[in-house]
DNA sequence: GATGAATGAGCCTTCATTCAT
DNA sequence: GATGAATGAAGGCTCATTCAT
């Protein structure tokens, strides 16, 4: 039917370029993660969406936009899903900082070949400011969201803390044991990585974190 | 003398081109941090140390050779840097960990430009299995000897914490403050860092480290 | 004519292409035969061609291919030549064999040039198994064509001769008489060359073959 | 001993040099034979011939050079060899057709790697003056030793064969011949050649040369 | 809107050659 | 006299990008 026709086609075109699009993105995170930041080219790109070559350079102006556009992707996928996690009503601050600790590990964002990516993103953004742009906003976002809640920890408990420093010191703490992931797979634990961000909360803030029990780590702990 | 001259000329020409290989080394350092990984080529390195582009290929079979010396030349380093650091005589396991610590933090490993390079090979570590390798060894050293400091300090003062996961801690804290570094490098800050490092161990071992005094922390603290 | 447009236009791309790769091959026909096989580049077979110097990896995966392409090319054009000299429908055998000689000396296959290129994969043949392996084929094919006519002359005319044997020396004599104007352009003459071939022809069967005339020599014959 | 090493000093120095000379000649040529022309350089020579690679330099002017002398050397030697085989006292004209068509197949000079190096030379020839010059020379005299004894052959038995155009009816046959071995190496049966090129000779001169007896060639003959 | 032939820039590498030792 | 570090030129190849269809 006509009308159908014109209502659904439009729609559709629209629909079907954004499709392409997010395939195109898909297809640069699996090659960075496959190939490295290096190699990724948009030859393989366009391979692994399954498109013409020059499709690429269609949606995105140059390879350059592509990988950033790529890595938006990512920060947004990302912010979008620890938000989530601390948007959960009736948290408490210490609540919410185990959600942020847990949603740190979860296989969705937390897997190897994303951490692959975001590693090569970091690699490459000393030369690259737009990356560092990037990854900066990011991080200040969830800086901030976390130094908020340890504040709130600090101010409950009355703790001789810095609470910023305290932050800081899980974040990075969550970041080192992603490399952790990276180049040592066989010794990455998921829980035991949530255990030791937890016994750093607990013995910071004892009042409020409970020290995790000393669990027997199983041998070959799948990651 | 004419001993000297004896034994001195033939040193020379050996000499002379282990300095040019380290220079070249030297120079892909440089690079790899000002142009990143993916825009290092062999034409910059040669034009920073100032000689010929074929020169790269005569003191390296490859690139690729070139960068995994790079590479282990790093890792070297790093390792002389923090073993001199713990081999002091008359430090306590303590006293050896708070060494690490500094070590990590001193300007001379711990700066800008080096903590990109190895940003940079951990970015394409996922897709170069030789540089995984290297890495891992080197992470397995640093990561045995501190493992061994902290369940030392573990015995002495009968604390219910498991050793392993107390340094995996530490480690992966302070590969995370270096990120740190590289991202944000205006709210990085080596004393602060160092600080939030003793916190986490003094925390944890209360017995054996002072929690370190809430500083002001001055603005704008030159990384 | 819609139509005819709707045909010509989907022939025209691939035409072009067809069209562009065969100009490739005759600028390397070319550039060997000029430069020689050890200097003819990419560069002068794509400066011969008016095209740019990438496009040839885009034609050829590899220079060692368009190589190849161009030997199958010239044993391609060789095949069809001599095959369609022995097709003509009424020839004897005898009558045949004098058609591949014509076919040999013809200056469409027999000239300086094509000759020149002839020899210069032969010269690489040795180390290159695929040159060697098409050659061989082309061979092959030559050779068992001409042993089946010397085969029936030799029935026919009941001689106490080896077939095989004179097959195989008519068609040395006429790879040694290529290399004659190969080497010696001013001393080839195309006639004479196909002289001393029915001489051999008639030696060995007199009553298949008329001895060819004794004849003046003209000076300076033009090759 | 002064005095003998005053002596032998000097013969053996240049006696050296000349060794070496030779011996990088015969790398040369074990190498073309072996990796073909394009893909013999310096290094390869040097390597074979077990000397420092600015060696060939000291000896040779230029690359150049080194393979015009290995060619030089290539004409001396086969020169050398067909000479030897007719100045036999005692032998008639017709013996020595015969005795050329023996050393033509001798393995001495008639084996595949000197067979390849004789190609790989004629292959370049074209686009090298120097290169033809010496191999025209050298088949010159190839050529007016065969004719004059053709030439003689036709006196004596008043035959009514053209000399000239016998002589390169035989030559042209021994290159192709040549040929084979190079291409076919398989096929080829050293006295099968010689027995196609004496079949030759007896059709054209039957009062001087014996047609060989059809001989049933051995399966798969030593080349 | 999407394809694919074609381009130009640039990279890694090799090679013949030189020069200081 | 001979070595080996060093050079400059050039070659094959890949890549991102464009343009006509």
């Known amino acids: 039917m006509p009308q159908r026709a014109a209502t659904a086609q439009p729609l559709k075109r629209a629909e079907k370029k954004e499709v392409t699009r997010q395939q195109l993105i898909a297809a640069t995170v699996d090659s960075i993660a496959a190939s490295g930041f290096a190699e990724t080219t948009l030859h393989k790109v366009s391979a692994r969406a399954n498109v013409s070559r020059s499709l690429v350079n269609f949606h995105f102006d140059s390879k350059e936009q ?29 609540g919410k900082l185990n959600a942020l600790v847990d949603a740190d590990f979860h296989p969705q964002v937390c897997n190897r070949k994303k951490i692959a990516v975001w590693y090569a993103f970091w690699g490459e953004s000393k030369s690259r400011p737009t ?42 703490m969550i970041d080192g044991l992603w490399l952790e992931l990276l180049l040592s797979p066989a010794s990455f634990e998921r829980e035991g990585s949530k ?28 990651p």
């Open 66 to 94: 592509l990988l950033v556009e790529t890595l938006r992707h990512l920060t947004d996928e990302y912010r979008t899903f620890w938000m989530k996690a601390i948007t959960r009503p009736g948290l408490s601050a210490a």
């Open 131 to 172: 990356y560092m742009e990037v990854c900066e906003r990011a991080d200040r976002e969830f800086a901030s969201a976390m130094e908020r809640l340890t504040a709130e920890v600090v101010a409950e408990g009355g703790y001789a803390v810095d609470a910023v420093a305290a932050a800081k010191g899980l974040r990075c």
């Open 195 to 222: 255990r030791i961000c937890r016994t750093y909360l607990a013995a910071l803030f004892p009042r409020h974190f409970e020290m995790p029990g000393q669990v027997e780590m199983p041998a070959g702990g799948a």
